[in-house]
Structures are given as C-alpha cells and as structure tokens.
C-alpha cells in the first residue's frame, strides 16, 4: 500500500528544523542501544571465573556478536528502505533487549553464544551506523559531515553513561544484574524511537535540511535482500570498496575488537582495578565525542583520503607505545594516551561515509553497510585472537603490536584511494 505524500507546510516562527528532532532522537537511541556494546569487556573476568570459560570461549561470543553486527547493517539498511526507519529500529532494540536479558539464565557456553552473539549481534546490527546514515542522507542536503559525526559520537556519549555504572555493578553485584541492566536500557528507548522519529522528511511537510526543494518521499522498495546483495557486487566490482572495506577492517580491530574488549582485562593483569580500567574506557568516550563531531566538521571541509590516513597513522603510533604504560595505577603518560586515543576513536566514519557517498550515490547508505560490516569482521577477528594470544602467550602485548603495524597498512590504502571530481 502506498503511503500518501503529505503537502509541505509552511515554516512557523524561528522553531528549528524537523530534522534536528529526528536527529537529537537518533543520537539518544544510538546511546540507548550502546549499553549493550559497553558490557563484554567487563564480562571476560567474571565468566571466566564462575564458569571456567577460557577466555578464547568467551571472545568467541563476542566476534560472533560482532560480526553479526556487521553482516546485518547492509540488510537492515534496505529493510528502512522497505518498512521505515521506525519499524526497524524499535523491533531492533526489542531483540537487544531479549537477549541481554536471557543472558542471566545461561549455564553454558553456546548459549553465551547463542544469546550475546547471536541475539544482540543482529539487533544491534540493525542499529548499526547504516542507521545513522540513512537519516543523514535522507534528512539533510547540509551539514551532512557533522551530523555523521555527532550520530557516530552517539555510541561513545553512551559508553560514557553506560561503563562506570555497569562496571561498579558488576564488581558489587555480580554480572548478572549489569545484563538486566543493558536489556532495561535498550527497551526505554522503544517508546522514545516509536513516538519521535519519523521515516522521511515528506512525512511532517518538509524538505530536508538545507535542500531548496521539497523532496517527495519515495516508495517502500521491495526485495530488501536482493537489493543488499545487488549493491555488494555492484560495489565489489570497484577498488575504492575494497580499499574502504580494508581500512575499515582494521578500524574495527584497533576499536571494537581490541580496545574495548581486551583493554580491562589486560589493565587487570597489571593490577589495575577493574572499575579504574573502566573509567579510562569511559573518558575515551568523552573525547571520542569532541574527536569524531571535530572529524565531521573537517570532512565538510578537507581532503578525506589524508584525513584518514593521519588518523590511522597516530593511532598506530599509539598502540606500540600502550605496552610500556601498563601498570596497577593511573599515570599521567596514561591519561595522555586514553585522551589521544579518544580522539581517533572512531574519527574515521565521517570520512569513509563521505567517500561511500560520493563514489556510491543512492546506494552509499548499504555500500557503506557492507563497509561497516567489514569493520565489524575486523572486530571480531581481534577479539577472538586477542583472547586466544593471551591464553597463549600469558600477557596482550602482541595484539598491542600487531594491531599498531594494522595501522600503518590502513594509513597507507588510504592514500591510495582515488578522489571523485564531484566529491567535495
């Protein structure tokens, strides 16, 4: 059934733009959702210890969940293309929710699997970044880089609300009411997202941000799948995917997988408190914030391939020197790391978004979900051969390493990026 187009209206007094609404929505959801991502790291230890898992077992299941995450955006990408963003986003958070909260009854490991990989992996790869990027491409014709960046700072702003809390719970309280406090978490955003967001422009009356036209909402496009695939190997038969899909690869394993998953554990071997490795995990997220919207407002303005390639060379830089920081306090040469590294966190999404957009057009919102899901099976990658090193060689210090010469190649397959005349 078609939906009608509603008329645009006129504009009334100084009230900001729709498209702000939906974007403050979008960034409260992505925090809402990022509880969940906030949690694996501190749940290595404590697993291990009640039920003996190795923690190879238990990096199993969160590279499942994140490449899960990462296969899912593409489809769920064309899936807001078919049934809204609104749909799709809250039956997404219901999934998160079932999962995490099923998690306290397990007594095996295929469950933990089963549950935290399988589960949340496909509800969280439903709000994955493709979802903040076809609000941005649908809602603003302006300003797109810094709303990229803001909507990426999204998941960082909620591991900042999310890692102290869950971290004091689980030392006091155990792992299990830090679960049930994840699921709680995704489930109040349901209401919020139902409520406040909205598929398209044309639906409330007016054009997107920044447009000199009102822009007519298009059909729901049936076959999501196909058209997931489609954009795959249409993409796949060019270098910049692959070379955007390799950077990105590498992205995710110097973040996702090895950062916010082995670096409390591994500040926990030198005998750093668990709620102190936490904390720093957290101000990585506060500066993560100033660094990728700063990143967004430079992508608006300069060269993208350099930009990524100065933010994977300094993060490359840093990992080979975090083995020599390690130790059971907090030092200044730490914290001078934590805010460095917060600041490249996720810099990079801007810029590979702008590039996605302009070597991809319409279809930059799913080629840049089957980028992401790149970045997620680099994530997964590291998280399961991070714990299967430090089972192995007792300490991280060759994931440390290893993961600074990842960067080094990433900084290099940018450059080699070929710039589109009509990318600016």
């Known amino acids: 059934m078609v939906e009608p187009v509603v008329a645009p209206v006129a504009s009334r007094g100084r009230r900001p733009h729709r498209a702000w609404v939906v974007a403050g929505v979008t960034f409260l959801t992505l925090i809402g959702a990022a509880g969940f991502a906030s949690l694996p790291g501190l749940l290595i230890d404590p697993l291990h210890e009640e039920f003996g898992w190795s923690r190879g077992t238990i990096g199993l299941a969160v590279s499942v969940n994140l490449a899960l995450y990462g296969v899912t955006a593409p489809f769920a990408a064309a899936l807001m293309d078919r049934f809204g963003i609104r749909r799709v986003v809250a039956a997404a958070l219901t999934v998160i929710a079932v999962g995490a909260g099923l998690t306290v009854f397990m007594r095996a490991s295929w469950q933990l699997v089963l549950l935290w990989g399988v589960l949340v992996g496909l509800g969280s790869g439903s709000m994955a970044l493709a979802f903040?990027?076809?609000?941005?491409?649908?809602?603003?014709?302006?300003?797109?880089?810094?709303?990229?960046?803001?909507?990426?700072?999204?998941?960082?702003?909620?591991?900042?609300?999310?890692?102290?809390?869950?971290?004091?719970?689980?030392?006091?309280?155990?792992?299990?009411?830090?679960?049930v406090t994840v699921a709680v978490a995704a489930l109040a955003v349901v209401p919020l997202v139902w409520l406040l967001l909205r598929d398209h422009p044309a639906d409330v009356g007016v054009a997107p941000y920044g447009a000199e036209e009102f822009v007519a909402k298009p059909l729901p496009r049936r076959g999501a799948a196909r058209r997931a695939v489609g954009a795959l190997f249409s993409a796949a038969r060019t270098g910049p995917f692959w070379l955007?899909?390799?950077?990105?690869?590498?992205?995710?394993?110097?973040?996702?997988?090895?950062?916010?998953?082995?670096?409390?554990?591994?500040?926990?071997?030198?005998?750093?408190?668990m709620t102190a490795a936490a904390s720093l995990l957290a101000v990585?997220?506060?500066?993560?914030?100033?660094?990728?919207?700063?990143?967004?407002?430079?992508?608006?303005?300069?060269?993208?391939?350099?930009?990524?390639?100065?933010y994977y060379g300094l993060r490359?830089?840093?990992?080979?020197?975090?083995?020599?920081?390690?130790?059971?306090?907090?030092?200044?040469?730490?914290?001078?790391?934590?805010?460095?590294?917060?600041l490249d966190w996720v810099a990079t999404v801007p810029p590979t978004l702008a590039l996605c957009r302009a070597h991809y057009g319409e279809d930059s919102a799913i080629v840049f979900g089957w980028v992401l899901a790149a970045h997620q099976v680099g994530a997964a990658l590291i998280a399961y051969l991070g714990g299967l090193a430090r089972d192995a060689f007792g300490t991280y210090d060759p994931v440390w390493y290893?993961?600074?010469?990842?960067?080094?190649?990433?900084?290099?397959?940018?450059?080699?990026?070929?710039?589109?005349k009509d990318a600016a």
């Open 316 to 342: 490359g830089l840093s990992l080979l020197v975090l083995p020599m920081l390690m130790a059971a306090t907090v030092h200044p040469p730490m914290v001078f790391f934590i805010v460095f590294y917060g």
């Open 132 to 179: 903040a990027a076809t609000v941005t491409n649908r809602w603003f014709a302006a300003r797109r880089g810094l709303v990229s960046g803001i909507l990426t700072a999204a998941g960082a702003s909620g591991q900042l609300v999310f890692l102290p809390l869950l971290s004091v719970v689980v030392q006091r309280y155990g792992w299990r009411p830090a679960a």
């Open 284 to 310: 990585i997220g506060v500066f993560d914030i100033a660094g990728t919207v700063g990143s967004g407002w430079l992508t608006d303005r300069f060269d993208t391939r350099r930009l990524l390639a100065v």
């Open 402 to 420: 290893a993961s600074g010469a990842l960067c080094a190649v990433a900084a290099l397959m940018a450059l080699v990026l070929r710039r589109r």
């Open 244 to 273: 955007l899909a390799g950077t990105f690869a590498i992205c995710g394993a110097t973040t996702n997988g090895l950062v916010k998953t082995h670096f409390v554990p591994a500040a926990h071997d030198h005998g750093m408190p």
